[in-house]
């Protein structure tokens, strides 16, 4: 750039080049040349006093800046392409268990019949949102600081809009102090790695609880646990603890970044926290761990079905079954439920052996007349298979529901590994047309 517009000559420029590619394989072998002046000092012993031409018009502070962009902009195209591979593994296990049915939970109690499959695609379309926002933060990190300078800018006639090619970037952070102000887009990654990390951590929490010996719907594969150093009954499940381990890490780095920012003014200022390179591993690590799990993952549907049968999860079908037969209101049904609920747990009975009569003594109880609901009807209300069958909306646990959900999703990230490919053939190219220069 400086060449093309004439501030150093095409030979200052080749004299440069040769020196920063000795200074280059200088500073592979040495540590001490990777922060700018000692590397700067060894382009100008290899090159010459030309060598000190390079800084023309250009700080340190929109230098960092920029490589900060670069380095942040590959970062989050790698952590866009591992949740890219999540979400595929996730609608691939949900296809293989549209029947499979499980219980939902709200406030750790058991809830509602649906199916893994349903579970599944919930996950999927809340990590959709999560690569949505993703996507949306990397057109704020892809823009050039180049050319701000110190902060004000500089005489020398910088053609930013070339340089920003030159390096791969979409566009231009404009205002000159803002260059090398603007923090807002490192604090966005480092929220954005937050939500979506909870997220991965609340999934892992829950297969958790499914692995443990109370629950026993799941089962970790081996590659995924590890055996305890003294019991030998023990199978640990390490890689969902190191995965909420990292999300505990990440939602450190956000608080960090911020109180860094809290402290100080809009300028350019070394308090201010850059992202953690061990952060990003953390997220990149995790969603390979929880790829690979989800893949692997054995499910044991019989007790999966079991516990949907006894344990109570049908109980809003049997209210909506007493509004339908007895032209009750939802809220006298909800009481009569609830009052056979405790009735059965009196006498010890899981909920599939919950009788019409106990139903009839309970609305005789609460409303002084009988109600008789025909045996074949309470069976089809307590039974959650047929439970799920008959919720076909929009988004509900019904198969046919699901893989509606299950086409929605691999839409959306058909659409999402479109925009992800672009991109990086963006950057593969800039690369490759900025190489010969260099030479």
């Not at 001490?32 to 090159?47: H, M, Q």
Request: hydrophobic share 45%; with cysteine.
């Amino acid at each position: 750039m400086l060449a093309e517009q004439h501030i150093i000559t095409q030979q200052e420029a080749k004299a440069i080049f040769g020196g920063l590619a000795i200074a280059d394989r200088q500073a592979a072998a040495d540590p001490s040349l990777r922060l700018y002046l000692p590397y700067e000092a060894a382009v100008i012993k290899a090159a010459g006093s030309v060598g000190g031409k390079m800084h023309t018009g250009r700080s340190r502070n929109d230098m960092d800046n920029t490589t900060h962009r670069m380095y942040l902009r590959d970062q989050l195209l790698q952590i866009i392409r591992a949740v890219t591979g999540l979400r595929a593994a996730l609608m691939e296990k949900a296809g293989e268990h549209l029947e499979t049915v499980m219980v939902v939970y709200t406030h750790r109690k058991e809830a509602q019949p649906v199916t893994l499959a349903h579970y599944l695609t919930g996950i999927d379309e809340s990590l959709s949102k999560c690569l949505d926002r993703y996507i949306e933060l990397y057109a704020r990190i892809d823009q050039c600081p180049l050319g701000s300078g110190a902060s004000g800018g500089t005489a020398w006639p910088l053609n930013r809009e070339r340089l920003a090619t030159l390096l791969g970037f979409s566009g231009l952070v404009t205002n000159t102090i803002e260059g090398v102000a603007g923090w807002d887009h490192i604090a966005e990654f480092a929220a954005d790695n937050s939500i979506y990390m909870s997220d991965l951590s609340r999934l892992a929490s829950e297969v958790q609880l499914w692995s443990t010996d109370e629950y026993n719907v799941a089962e970790l594969d081996n590659s995924f646990a590890g055996i305890s150093s003294m019991m030998p009954q023990k199978k640990n499940p390490d890689a969902l603890e190191r995965t909420r381990k990292a999300a505990a890490l990440v939602t450190g780095q956000l608080s960090a970044i911020l109180t860094s920012l809290n402290g100080i003014e809009y300028q350019h200022s070394g308090v201010r926290l850059m992202m953690e390179p061990k952060s990003l591993d953390a997220v990149l690590a995790a969603t390979h761990t929880m790829t690979g799990v989800i893949k692997t993952l054995q499910i044991r549907k019989a007790v999966m079905l079991k516990y949907a049968k006894e344990n109570y999860s049908t109980m809003t079908d049997l209210a909506d079954l007493l509004v339908q037969y007895g032209k009750l209101d939802f809220r006298e049904a909800h009481e009569i439920i609830a009052a056979v609920i405790n009735q059965a747990l009196a006498d010890q009975l899981t909920a599939d052996r919950i009788t019409p009569a106990m139903i009839n003594a309970a609305t005789e109880k609460k409303l002084g007349r009988q109600l008789i609901i025909p045996a074949s009807a309470l069976a089809a209300a307590l039974d959650p298979q047929q439970s799920i069958r008959r919720k076909t909306g929009t988004g509900m646990p019904a198969p046919s529901a699901v893989q509606q959900m299950l086409r929605n999703g691999q839409a959306t990230l058909a659409t999402q590994l479109k925009w992800l490919t672009t991109h990086e053939a963006t950057l593969s190219g800039a690369a490759a047309r900025l190489a010969p220069l260099t030479i």
